[in-house]
């Protein structure tokens, strides 16, 4: 399974982007995905993952909407209301053995993408 993660960039704060993450190798309708995310100096920490219906760390909830589009075999998160500290390199995950109960866990999941910068300025 790979995962390509993609649509970071150089965003003002109160903006939006979309990250996507293609996979191949993988179903994500049959498969956990899972968006984690790191800041300079700081562990690796749950953003969002989808399997029936998505979860979304407290500090993301209400701006961030993570979906998936079977066709493309393909995750996206939609990232609205953007603060400074959102600013991270944002990892897709595949967890094709991942239960509910360790959705936000990041030993849980198996392939992880490359990461793609995300720079929120104030």
């Known amino acids: 399974v790979q995962l390509q993660a993609s649509g970071g960039g150089l965003v003002q704060a109160g903006g939006s982007l979309r990250l996507s993450c293609v996979v191949s190798?993988?179903?994500?309708?049959?498969?956990?995905m899972g968006w984690f995310r790191q800041a300079l100096g700081k562990e690796r920490e749950f953003v969002a993952a989808?399997?029936?219906?998505?979860a979304y760390a407290d500090s993301v909830k209400g701006r961030f909407t993570m979906s998936r589009d079977g066709a493309k075999n393909t995750v996206y998160l939609q990232m609205n209301s953007l603060k400074p500290e959102d600013t991270a390199v944002y990892y897709c995950?595949?967890?094709?053995?991942?239960?509910?109960?360790?959705?936000?866990?990041?030993?849980?999941?198996?392939?992880w993408g490359q990461g793609t910068q995300v720079t929120v300025s104030s």
């Open positions: 995950a595949a967890g094709p053995s991942v239960i509910l109960s360790r959705m936000r866990e990041r030993a849980a999941y198996n392939y």
């Open positions: 190798g993988g179903t994500v309708s049959r498969t956990v």
């Open positions: 989808i399997k029936g219906y998505p």
